[in-house]
């Protein structure tokens, strides 16, 4: 097993015990809050002009104008 392979299933292990404690309508709070703040934050980072991994988008040719 790598090492991504086990810290994926560590934190796989840790969602699990969080998700056991809740509810179902937690859950789907807690799914909704989180994709709301993801959707927010990938919004902002494409207002940006900003890649995934932190580099800048490359600029977009010019158009030329007949």
Known sequence: MSN???LFSQLD???TAI???MSPA???RTA???GT???RS???RIVRQEA???SKFPSRRRRVLR
């Open 19 to 21: 998700l056991s404690g």
């Open 37 to 39: 703040m993801l959707r």
């Open 42 to 44: 990938q919004s902002q």
């Open 4 to 6: 991504d392979d086990a």
């Open 52 to 54: 995934p991994d932190g």
């Open 26 to 28: 937690g859950r789907q």
């Open 32 to 34: 909704r809050s989180v």
């Open 13 to 15: 292990e840790v969602f």
